[in-house]
């Protein structure tokens, strides 16, 4: 089955910095890509996605990439602020059979911004 | 819309007891699934379903059953808990149509098994 890796686990920046999570993932099948954001004790939120057609979108200060040769994609926030600490997930979706709506997800990375 | 709703929201077994833990959405989406959360672990996939009367394994299926007798309605049964299963859990759905991609979560449900 699909297996997605995340790094780094904890990322710690200063407020104003940039923020890069990288993942990585085997099915080569996978053809959707979505970024979840979790604050504590709340559930995951989707922030932005990309398909496998494309390889960048962006959305005000929140940008993601995918290399679909290298099997990896990578979650970019630009000028990060304190509201942006949380635990975010990257996913893949697999495009195979009746199971291509299942999302396999990255173990996380914990995001704090310091003030 | 309610979205994707769970119930309860907390609670507490002990080591053999029986529940089922609920999951409802108002969305008509086709697709729903089971998720648990433990720290540095990610979600785990539990159990899914594309339609009712359909329903598949994931991930981590061991303790767990699911039914899905209507599109509304998910519930996951966990059979004889044990500590193992102590864990957050969530269900998502989506629709599963070409261009609808975006799973949407419950609030989760908090379960301790002592």
């Known amino acids: 089955g ?8 904890t990322l710690s920046v200063q407020e104003g910095d940039s923020a890069v999570i990288k993942c990585t993932y085997s099915d080569s099948a996978s053809n959707y890509f979505p970024w979840y954001k979790q604050e504590l ?8 996605d990309i398909r496998s057609n494309v390889g960048e979108k962006k ?10 040769t290298a099997k990896h994609f990578s979650l970019h ?26 999302l396999t997800f990255g173990k996380g990375t914990l995001l704090t911004v310091n003030p | 819309n309610a979205g994707v709703t769970q119930t309860p929201k907390f609670q507490v077994l002990k080591t053999g007891q029986s529940m089922t ?3 409802a959405q108002d969305m008509n989406h086709e697709y729903m699934s089971w998720y648990r959360q433990d720290p540095g672990m990610g979600l785990r996939l539990i ?19 699911v039914s899905r007798s209507t599109t509304e309605d998910f ?8 500590p193992s299963q102590t864990s957050v859990y969530f269900c ?6 070409t261009g609808q991609y975006e799973q949407y979560f419950g609030p989760g449900t908090r379960l301790t098994v002592t």
């Open chain 1, 59 to 68: 959305d005000q200060r929140i940008a993601v990439t995918l290399n679909k």
């Open chain 2, 47 to 65: 159990h899914y379903s594309v339609g009712a009367g359909i329903t598949d394994q994931g991930e981590v299926p061991n303790g767990y059953n």
């Open chain 2, 92 to 97: 998502a759905s989506s629709k599963t149509g």
């Open chain 1, 2 to 9: 699909e297996n997605v890796e995340q790094h780094p686990s």
């Open chain 2, 21 to 23: 833990l609920q999951c």
């Open chain 1, 77 to 102: 926030i630009t000028e990060t602020q304190p509201e942006d600490s949380a635990v975010y997930f990257c996913a893949a979706r697999g495009g195979r059979g009746g199971s291509n709506y299942k």
């Open chain 1, 41 to 48: 004790g709340k559930r995951p939120q989707l922030i932005i």
């Open chain 2, 75 to 82: 519930p996951l049964r966990l059979l004889s808990a044990a």
